[in-house]
């Protein structure tokens, strides 16, 4: 029964009871219906409401959980912009002073400022040449091999965020990532030629090396629709052709300067005097602290390769410090055996040579693969530097292949075999990832990866060092190089004995 036919039911009886109570009786049952009446005007506007407030309340909600959406993206947004600025940040403080002071403390201290202006200058060349240029080919849309022109003077990079490379982060954080390790790359090419060529030639050798060789390896890799990129698998045509697992560099950064650093030591020649002298280290002390610098600066180098503050990063976080330490103690178990005790430099070699190995792997290994590619890494880069560097004479100054080429080689050919889907299913859910796993065909993409990257090396370099060397010539006076770096190319000294 409603409210309507409760109040007639109540007049019925009312109107009976008046008739026969007489004009009293009729009073008394008007001021009931009209209290009856009343109280069911009442009742019946607190449901209307009640109903309108309901559905106000529902409303709030859905508005409140939007809001709570929205702002739990604008918060992760910040985070992971905020990881990736330190990020860049850490990876620029392994030029400079990480491996400025690495590299300067292995030479003598006549070439100290000669050695440290050469990374130097590449945070300023290669920053540049970045924003007119580079970026837009290696990331820029364009074919399989090398990106386009669209992007050049940073055209269109601004501050949205591009879902093709990082959804969280504006194009910006992105770009001047990845303008760090534009940046490290060449300056680590120059290991191999330290004590011997012209700061001329250094400048227009590694903005050519630059255009010619990072960019289309990188934009392979790494960019849109690239050859080599594991992330382009599916979109047609010769995109993600052979997909070769980089998480954050091994052929893009350090196979190519490697290889590039050995053609360029062979093509220079030997320093006057090697091997009959013996070119020992003036400080490694100061060696030492740029290598823990580097150590330290990896973990923007390999977790800030996850492109957000997830746990990818810390992934990639964990596998850089046990591939680290197992690579030290590789190379210094492997000395101690064949020397009868481990050095200091042979420590942080190690260490550097582990931290070139998992870069490819560190966002695709678990924890224990990481100790064992650090390890192999370690006892594998001091045979190179040790053995084979001996065997055919090349010098090498600062072991740039040594390290750089053999530890980015094996470090990028063990990703095959480690890769877990458990950690990165980039293949999609379900699919295996290495060679371990059950995916046996992607040891053979590491190796088209890498041989990619040793021909385009070795071929681009060549070219490049003969127009270099027919332009300006590469390599200093043997005066000046009797005399230093320092004064012959800057007129100055790194260490002023009489003034002290």
């Not at 480690?418 to 190796?447: D, R």
Request: glycine share 14%; with cysteine; net charge neutral.
């Amino acid at each position: 029964m409603d409210w309507m036919e409760m109040l007639r039911s109540l007049r019925d009886c009312l109107g009976m009871f008046g008739r026969r109570a007489g004009l009293a009786g009729r009073w008394m049952a008007g001021v009931v219906l009209c209290c009856g009446m009343a109280a069911v005007a009442q009742v019946s506007t607190g449901s209307a409401v009640g109903t309108a407030s309901q559905t106000d309340r529902m409303a709030a909600v859905e508005q409140a959980v939007a809001q709570n959406t929205a702002a739990i993206a604008k918060a992760q947004a910040a985070a992971d912009n905020s990881w990736m600025l330190t990020s860049a940040a850490l990876v620029l403080m392994m030029s400079a002073p990480g491996l400025a002071l690495f590299y300067g403390g292995l030479v003598r201290k006549k070439n100290i400022l000669g050695t440290m202006m050469q990374t130097f200058a590449m945070m300023a060349v290669i920053t540049v040449l970045w924003a007119v240029v580079t970026y837009s080919l290696a990331f820029g849309t364009g074919n399989a091999f090398i990106g386009g022109l669209h992007n050049m003077f940073l055209r269109g990079v601004g501050l949205a965020p591009d879902p093709a490379y990082a959804a969280t982060i504006p194009l910006q954080t992105y770009m001047v990532y990845q303008l760090m390790f534009a940046i490290i790359t060449p300056a680590l090419i120059t290991g191999a030629f330290a004590e011997r060529m012209k700061f001329s030639a250094m400048l227009l050798f590694m903005v050519l090396w630059a255009i010619f060789v990072y960019s289309p390896m990188a934009h392979m890799v790494w960019g849109v629709g690239g050859f080599l990129n594991a992330s382009a698998v599916g979109m047609g045509g010769l995109a993600g052709r052979f997909p070769c697992l980089d998480f954050a560099g091994g052929t893009v950064v350090h196979v190519t300067s490697g290889v590039s650093a050995l053609v360029t030591a062979i093509y220079l020649g030997r320093r006057l005097g090697f091997p009959q002298k013996a070119f020992m280290p003036h400080s490694v002390v100061l060696s030492f602290v740029g290598a823990s610098l580097l150590w330290v600066g990896w973990f923007g180098f390999n977790a800030g390769s996850a492109l957000g503050a997830g746990g990818l990063a810390t992934t990639a976080f964990v596998a850089t410090q046990f591939g680290a330490a197992a690579g030290a103690l590789g190379w210094a178990a492997a000395e101690w055996i064949r020397n009868g005790k481990p050095s200091a430099l042979g420590g942080i070699s190690g260490a550097v040579a582990g931290l070139v190995a998992i870069t490819p792997a560190s966002g695709f290994v678990r924890p224990m693969d990481a100790l064992w590619i650090g390890l192999i890494a370690g006892i594998f880069c001091f045979f190179m530097v040790v053995k084979v560097k001996n065997m055919f004479g090349y010098d090498d100054s600062l072991d740039a292949f040594g390290v750089h080429g053999s530890g980015g080689t094996m470090g990028a050919i063990l990703t095959g075999f480690f890769a877990n889907s458990v950690v990165n299913p980039i293949f999609g859910a379900g699919k295996a990832t290495g060679f371990f796993e059950g995916n046996h065909g992607q040891v053979l993409n590491q190796v088209v990866g890498v041989g990619i990257g040793w021909t385009i090396s070795i071929v681009g370099t060549l070219i490049l060092l003969y127009v270099v060397d027919k332009l300006v010539g590469l390599r200093v006076s043997e005066d000046d190089e009797r005399v230093g770096l320092d004064l012959s190319q800057h007129g100055e000294e790194g260490y002023d004995w009489e003034g002290a």
